[in-house]
């Protein structure tokens, strides 16, 4: 920031909406987690004969009530068309976010002071797979309009701002998996250094399709071994992992400056009071040895906060099941924590709902605030056997109350992108 | 009501999302039916493809009513 003089503005929560595999709706979705329930299932939308992965975690189909997607209760029929599914989820998050905030902006001058980042780390995929097919059969002619629109992934932002008449910054934030949190960090500083008031900010993917699944099986990224028993595939720290499960979903967060939320009276679920970021400088998918990057992100955020680790109860982890990833996250947490690993508590909610990708961080962050708004940490689910032992309680199998005030939760993408966010209990 | 008129009519409320009453014969795809540049593109080519021919660019911009399509589809088809 160039010649700042004042302080930066504060920055709390007062809305959140989530789509994921375990449902919608930020109550519903929070008490199946809590009770240890898995959104993870055999693939049913496509044909799985020839992916060597066979499972993943999809919003259930249902209905509002049930907390199951129906898309004509949230989408108009002729533009649901228009748009990829991922941007169809975030809309769905998008608006249980706003709609919890109560935010809803009666001037012109109040809506130039709201915005929205939400990204995505891959966007439209399945979009451009149908319009390859249509030219590789030389029916160039019959791409839809709509087909541009439907996979660029700023256009989960502009369908949020079209929809509620937002005119701030209309940004959008691609960082692979770490997406979701770079998102809400970054929306965070621009309602901090006074671009807006209020932003709507976070993640959604829904690459579980035949091109993501097939892309991801390449890169020997995705767990095979469970494919008969699906709930058991993502296991974080267990020495059985042998791979991530895909999710998809959308979080969002409805991000507010301090001072206006107190005037309009809201309720304010937790602060924005830290984020850091990083990245490796040393290969496309693999993180470097000791996760030094993670630990450089984890180590930001805790100075941004102006915080020790000791502040710290509960870490979201990454913790996607991958064999050498989990260890490498673990032992950046422990290094970090040194003598406070024993004090703190660490989960990976992916073991329930599969790895989101963009979203990930996103719906990590509603998890994050959720544990401390109940003091409570979710539970890492199939975490029966952990591969290597560590003083970190990593809240195996089944929930637990802890006095939880403030959480760390990390993400990381390929292309060696790292960032963290740490929320803390309103004062 | 021709069998054409019928089948366009049936395209527009579909892609446009609009109630049947409301696409009249002069109907206006934009003014009356709420369309806007994107739709009349994808309608064209929802056209071509249920009559099976092929509306080249420079006629598709003149059909901007439920007639224009009407009249270019049956002539087309003569």
Redesign the interface.
């Known amino acids: 920031m160039f010649g700042r003089m004042t302080a930066p503005r504060r920055v709390v929560v007062t809305g959140m909406g989530i789509a994921c595999p375990l449902g919608l709706g930020v109550p519903h979705v929070w008490k199946r987690m809590l009770a240890g329930e898995s959104g993870i299932g055999a693939i049913q939308s496509f044909d799985t004969t020839n992916l060597a992965a066979k499972i993943a975690g999809q919003v259930p189909n249902g209905t509002k009530a049930d907390g199951g997607l129906d898309l004509n209760e949230w989408i108009p029929t002729k533009d649901q068309k228009k748009m990829d599914r991922f941007i169809q989820l975030a809309l769905v998050a998008a608006t249980e976010a706003v709609e919890d905030s109560g935010w809803m902006p009666e001037d012109e001058e109040s809506r130039c002071r709201t915005g929205v980042m939400i990204g995505s780390g891959i966007g439209g995929l399945p979009t451009i797979f149908e319009a390859s097919i249509l030219i590789s059969q030389g029916k160039q002619r019959r791409i839809s309009p709509f087909f541009i629109p439907s996979a660029l992934i700023n256009l989960a932002s502009g369908h949020v701002s079209i929809r509620y008449g937002f005119k701030g910054p209309n940004h959008s934030v691609v960082t692979a998996c770490a997406t979701g949190v770079h998102a809400i960090g970054d929306a965070a500083r621009l309602i901090a250094v006074n671009d807006a008031d209020v932003m709507v900010a976070g993640g959604t993917e829904a690459a579980v399709a035949e091109i993501g699944m097939a892309g991801f099986c390449a890169a020997r990224a995705l767990s095979t071994a469970y494919n008969d028993d699906p709930t058991k595939g993502s296991r974080p720290w267990d020495e059985g992992r042998d791979g991530f499960v895909m999710g998809e979903g959308a979080g969002v967060l409805v991000l507010e400056e301090l001072e206006h939320a107190k005037a309009r009276g809201a309720h304010i679920y937790a602060e924005v009071i830290g984020y850091g970021m990083s990245g490796d400088a040393y290969h496309i998918t693999a993180p470097a040895d000791g996760h030094e990057g993670a630990f450089r992100a984890m180590r930001a955020a805790l100075e941004d906060a102006r915080m020790q680790p000791s502040d710290i109860q509960y870490v979201n982890a990454h913790g996607t099941s991958t064999p050498l990833g989990d260890d490498l996250e673990l032992e950046a947490v422990e290094r970090l924590f040194g003598d406070e690993a024993r004090n703190v508590a660490m989960s990976s909610t992916k073991s329930a709902i599969g790895h989101l990708l963009g979203a990930a961080g996103a719906v990590e962050a509603v998890f994050s605030i959720l544990a401390i708004r109940d003091r409570v940490a979710p539970p890492t689910l199939n975490l029966e056997k952990p591969s290597r032992e560590s003083a970190i309680d990593r809240v195996a199998l089944h929930a637990q109350e802890r006095p939880i005030d403030v959480v760390l939760s990390n993400s990381f993408g390929f292309g060696g992108t790292n960032a963290s966010v740490i929320f803390c209990r309103a004062a | 009501m021709s069998d054409t008129a019928e089948k366009v009519k049936k395209i527009v409320v579909e892609?446009?999302?609009v109630e049947e009453s409301k696409v009249t014969t002069d109907a206006s795809f934009i003014d009356d039916l709420g369309a806007d540049s994107?739709d009349t593109?994808?309608l064209v080519?929802a056209f071509?493809?249920a009559f099976a021919i092929e509306i080249p660019d420079d006629a598709a911009e003149k059909i901007t009513t439920v007639k224009d399509a009407i009249d270019f589809i049956e002539k087309a088809k003569a």
Request: hydrophobic content about 45%; overall charge negative; charged content about 35%.
């Open positions: 892609h446009l999302g994107l593109v994808e080519m071509e493809e």
